[in-house]
């Protein structure tokens, strides 16, 4: 677990920043730093800080539009040193039910990254403050690392 984090954020209508600004604040408590990418770009995204990746999932089964020119960077690119997790934030009364977050992980995985633990997703039908849930496993992630 490196000291920096870098927070990359996938949202069309806030939630999933919501979600990012509550993982930043624990993760400052626990006294790391960190960086919030809100407009996500690999070239100021450092691949030896681990990553936490928050993201929705929009259209049918499709990334934000924030998160996209980020998602092609990531094809081809080496990210043999890439720590992260995946929080993605999704409707599960859709049949792509976090297909964006899903999509995250397979890049990641494709070019040599590493998912730290299975990804957590989020339901908000299920949880209407998503980040409350997110937090309370991110919790059990620090005391875990
Ligand atoms: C137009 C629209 C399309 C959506 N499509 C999906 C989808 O395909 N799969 C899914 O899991 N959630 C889908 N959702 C639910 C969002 O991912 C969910 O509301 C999420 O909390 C939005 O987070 P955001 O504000 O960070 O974008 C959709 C929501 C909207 C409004």
Redesign the pocket.
């Known amino acids: 677990m490196s000291k920096h984090f870098e927070i990359i954020?996938?949202?069309?209508?806030?939630?999933?920043?919501?979600?990012a600004d509550a993982i930043a604040e624990k993760l400052e408590a626990k006294g790391y730093t960190h960086t919030i990418h809100i407009e996500p770009n690999l070239d100021n995204i450092k691949t030896d800080n681990t990553w936490v990746i928050?993201?929705?999932?929009?259209?049918?089964?499709?990334l934000?539009d924030n998160i996209q020119p980020f998602a092609a960077q990531l094809v081809g690119a080496d990210l043999s040193s890439v720590n992260a997790y995946v929080i993605?934030?999704?409707?599960?009364?859709?049949?792509?039910?976090?297909?964006?977050a899903k999509e995250i992980e397979k890049l990641i995985t494709e070019n040599n990254g590493k998912l730290k633990a299975d990804a957590y997703?989020?339901?908000?039908l299920e949880h209407p403050i998503?980040e409350d849930a997110a937090v309370e496993w991110f919790d059990d992630i620090l005391a875990n690392a």
């Open positions: 954020v996938g949202t069309m209508l806030g939630a999933s920043e919501y979600v928050c993201t929705s999932t929009h259209g049918a089964g499709e934000p993605g934030l999704g409707d599960t009364s859709y049949d792509t039910f976090c297909f964006g997703y989020i339901d908000v998503p």
